[in-house]
């Protein structure tokens, strides 16, 4: 019998953690050898999550690097920011590999993270090290990576949409907005007045309005993938709902082009990828065809009065904006097929 690779989830009390158990937990190649939280040291996975009672038996461990490093292959990182950019260079030290969900790895400059994260940035070393993981654009490099900077889940979306016509030169660069909007899972499960019920139900705010650091994640990222560099106005928004990510992405045209144009050049730019799903001529995606999945749906609409295109797509936040992905990468860097574990249907209604 093959033995399964070995992976540790540290910050696994998180959405993006329970999430990552949600998929490992049925993945025919990975077993999930440790759980880790510091802060519910020594307590049943199940105490914490009682919906996996019968279907994780787990207790949290503490943070010990050597010894989870003598025990796994692969760490995951489901933590805030802030955190993994000290702990990552310890374990890639002791030959493990790691999987940032967080946004310490994102960036290849120091200073541009000092300035969007208001902390110190993680060892220059490491960061060279870290390949961008957007799983459908970078696989060639994630197949060979051992450190890998998930992306962001407003970026991921943006991404998606914008690359094919951007690489295209179908659109103006200088001209694009994303306007975005996130369920409140997005926030994470720290209390904060800001997630709480009261002030989520029946509102719809914008917020960090020109400071959202996933702003020049997208930016450096349409940079190193197109040769291009953007001037991208970027708003997001927290919806009253759970899950999910809608970002509707407005870019004047360059070129004379029609909507099935767009259609056609994108079913071949993601041809051979699982989960991308490009809709009809006339129809746009919502958030919740694609719930609880790691699909990304992508819609068109090209305004000919104003020359202007409209690009429509969602995610589930947590799965293919943070775990789904995580484990996308996990299986590229692998040689597995890229979809093992993570054939979700969405969830409906």
Request: aromatic share 10%; glycine share 6%.
């Amino acid at each position: 019998m093959v033995s399964k690779l070995r992976a540790a989830i540290i910050g696994a009390t998180g959405y993006s953690g329970v999430e990552l158990i949600r998929i490992l937990s049925q993945h025919p190649h990975v077993e999930i050898a440790m759980v880790i939280s510091t802060s519910q040291e020594g307590q049943d996975f199940s105490k914490v999550y009682p919906h996996l009672k019968g279907i994780i038996k787990a207790r949290l461990s503490a943070l010990e690097i050597d010894s989870i490093s003598q025990q796994v292959d692969l760490v995951f990182f489901a933590t805030p920011a802030r955190v993994a950019k000290d702990l990552v260079p310890r374990f890639r030290d002791n030959g493990v590999k790691c999987i940032d969900i967080s946004g310490d790895f994102r960036f290849k400059s120091p200073e541009i993270y000092q300035k969007w994260y208001q902390a110190e940035a993680a060892n220059e070393k490491y960061l060279k090290q870290a390949v961008y993981g957007l799983s459908e654009i970078n696989s060639e490099l994630i197949k060979n990576a051992e450190l890998i900077a998930n992306p962001g889940c407003y970026p991921t979306a943006t991404l998606l949409g914008l690359i094919p016509a951007i690489q295209k030169n179908w659109i103006n660069p200088y001209s694009i907005i994303v306007d975005a909007k996130s369920g409140v899972s997005g926030a994470g499960r720290t209390p904060a007045v800001g997630s709480l019920f009261a002030e989520v139900n029946e509102n719809l705010k914008a917020y960090k309005l020109g400071t959202h650091q996933h702003l020049p994640e997208i930016e450096q990222a349409i940079s190193d993938f197109c040769g291009t560099q953007p001037l991208i106005s970027f708003t997001t928004h927290l919806i009253p709902m759970n899950r999910g990510i809608m970002c509707t992405i407005y870019a004047n045209l360059i070129a004379d082009i029609q909507v099935d144009d767009l259609i056609e050049h994108y079913q071949n730019f993601y041809y051979d990828r699982p989960f991308i799903r490009i809709r009809p001529s006339g129809t746009w995606p919502s958030t919740k065809e694609v719930y609880g999945s790691n699909y990304c749906d992508i819609g068109f609409f090209v305004d000919q009065r104003t020359r202007r295109l409209t690009i429509v797509s969602v995610i589930d936040n947590l799965v293919k904006g943070a775990a789904g992905q995580a484990v996308q990468n996990l299986n590229i860097m692998y040689g597995w097929n890229e979809a093992t574990g993570l054939y979700l249907n969405p969830l409906y209604p």
